[in-house]
């Protein structure tokens, strides 16, 4: 496969800070396991670059993480709030309460 450069993620990625930021999550999400998009031998920042420049990974807005982030503490209390309920059902001690944390 010829070379990535840096132009090419940028006909994916509007800017270079978007890229660098993208380019570090992506390789450090394949160092901790995650599959990766395409077939290489190369490390983990040059297949992350590949896979940006080939249009497999794409930066997500702040409006889609934050909703992402709330959804998943939504799921998150629910998930404690049924674990509470089995808790005093069975006749144990509550599991601790979470704070919710104060929004800037």
Known sequence: ????????????VNNRFALVHLSAKRVRQLREGAPPHLDSKNKEVVLALREI???DVYP???DEAEKGRMEAETKE?????????????EGEKPAP????????
């Open 1 to 12: 496969m010829a070379r990535v450069t840096v132009e090419d993620c940028l006909r994916q």
């Open 97 to 104: 309460k979470v704070e919710e944390e104060d929004e800037d």
């Open 53 to 55: 420049a080939a249009g």
């Open 60 to 62: 997500v807005s702040a």
């Open 77 to 89: 209390r629910e998930r404690l709030a049924a674990l509470a309920a089995a808790q005093r059902e």
